[in-house]
């Protein structure tokens, strides 16, 4: 058999009087307005992400003022999005091999981080870029001018990675 109606939600007295209701309705709400913000006032205040944080992926420029890539085009390889180009040619230096040419199409690249996995020389690793728009197709093509970064400014991924590989 159906419950009657009135007797499907069993209210005591002092709930069918609403105005104990409201005031825990409004304590609550009280509660929620004085615990810590989660929100952020983005773009004003900006986000800083941990070591772990995969963003765009740049290349690594030693303090001596060379990059440490030396062209073996595993990274260009293994890229799922088809995204980087490494033309190499031969150098006088220790290492051989440099690319004349890398670059890194930015709308195409999906930062999966395989690219930072495979390479050998930890040349190219994902940093902490995450703000990236683009009004021309050209701009999102990141040459070696872009990508190469100062080694020490990417120094906490690389640590993040020698300590979780
Ligand atoms: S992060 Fe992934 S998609 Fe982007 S360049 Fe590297 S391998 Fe390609
Ligand atoms: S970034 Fe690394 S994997 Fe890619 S070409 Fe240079 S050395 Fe090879």
Redesign the pocket.
Known sequence: MQPRKQDKYNLTFWEKMYIPEILKGMKLTLEQMLKKKETREYPEEKWVPPPSY?GA?VLVLEDNGVERCVACGL?SR????L??EVHAAETEDEKERYPELFE?NML?????????EVCPEEA?V?SSTYEMAFTRYEDAIFDKEKLLTPVEKLRPRLEYLHAHR
């Open positions: 995969r992926p990274c293994v890229c799922p999005a995204a980087i890194i195409r690249c999906i930062f999966c981080g395989f690219c930072e190219i994902m």
